[in-house]
């Protein structure tokens, strides 16, 4: 009995590639020109090698063309033959059919992909972020959806006013999912401005939202809420005080909230992502803050935007209907790490 040969392709996980003799010699040119190192490398392997490519623009077709040909040895890959796939999202119909869900940070990342998986599962999404043109091309690739964006700021009153507006009375489920780093200061250094800029978005932004759309549910008698912590709540190791803090503060209005209005057949759950291919990076970062994490590594490897999103959509479904107040560490083991 023979082994069934290696065919790879730009769906491949970058693991298959940097497991395949020519294959790791081509990702290490692409992670050399990058400026990715081997630690980074590891943590990407269960990324399929086409979203690296398109994690800075949509690469040119004969690219990917180019580099599936070369590892297989000049010949263009049968798509039925094609090895090293990793996870793929498997769609649930039907599951928010009727239900309207409002979902922050929609126009990237996970708040994206939790806004594309509920459109696609039937529900009318009420998609929001700070940046309309980002919303209006994320709808534009999903013109057979029932998607409804808004751009809006959950730090401000009248926005937040906006998006109660655009739900039409109803809403069935929230994903807050719209949040931002800090710049990794300790406690010794960090500024009023990054405790301010931090906390607006993260804590009171997410608290404003909420408080908005809990009296429609309890009038409703049901409702989900899932609120997006971080792993960054269970240890201290992976980002500066302002982002720990906050993200701390998330786990404690989940159990608050989902106690208050549990006779109102309203859940609120939170998930801790991990490492995951979102692009979320701090700009500038605090010299103390970023030597003292670089000194902590775990070896989980990121994960999709869209994996994230299964963890998020089964609590905000029906399926997640027995769970309440509970922290679903969604991070591919990182937190034992």
């Not at 599951?95 to 869900?101: A, D, Q, S």
């Not at 809990?214 to 409702?223: E, F, I, S, T």
């Amino acid at each position: 009995m023979t082994d069934s040969p290696t065919v790879l392709s730009a769906q491949s996980t970058i693991g298959a590639w940097l497991d395949h003799p020519v294959g790791s010699q081509i990702v290490a040119g692409i992670a050399g020109q990058a400026g990715i190192d081997d630690t980074a490398l590891r943590l990407m392997r269960n990324i399929p090698l086409g979203r690296l490519l398109s994690a800075a623009g949509e690469p040119p077709e004969d690219l990917i063309e180019s580099l599936e040909s070369r590892v297989n040895g000049g010949t263009p890959p049968d798509p039925d033959s094609v090895t090293g796939l990793g996870w793929r999202e498997n769609i649930t119909p039907g599951r928010f059919t009727g239900k309207t869900v409002i979902v922050t940070g929609a126009a990237s990342g996970i708040g994206r992909a939790v806004a594309s998986r509920v459109a696609r599962e039937g529900g009318r999404v009420i998609a929001v972020d700070l940046f309309q043109d980002r919303l209006d091309s994320f709808v534009a690739t999903m013109p057979d959806m029932d998607i409804v964006a808004v751009g809006a700021d959950i730090t401000k009153a009248d926005d937040i006013q906006a998006i109660i507006r655009a739900a039409g009375g109803r809403i069935d489920a929230l994903a807050n999912v719209a949040g931002i780093i800090d710049d990794f200061s300790p406690i010794h250094e960090v500024s009023d401005a990054v405790l301010e800029r931090v906390f607006n978005v993260n804590v009171f932004g997410v608290i404003r939202l909420t408080r908005a759309v809990v009296p429609l549910m309890m009038a409703a008698k049901r409702g989900s809420i899932v609120n997006i912590a971080s792993e960054a709540a269970l240890r201290g190791s992976s980002a500066g005080l302002a982002y720990t803090a906050s993200k701390s503060a998330v786990l404690g209005i989940t159990r608050s909230t989902a106690y208050m209005y549990e006779k109102f057949g309203i859940r609120v759950n939170s998930v801790a992502p991990g490492g995951t291919l979102t692009g979320m990076r701090p700009g500038a970062t605090n010299e103390f803050g970023q030597a003292r994490i670089n000194e902590h590594v775990a070896d989980a490897p990121l994960a999709l935007p869209e994996a994230l999103a299964a963890s998020i959509t089964f609590l905000l479904s029906d399926d997640g209907v027995n769970v309440s107040g509970a922290l679903l560490t969604s991070d591919g083991g990182e937190s034992v790490f």
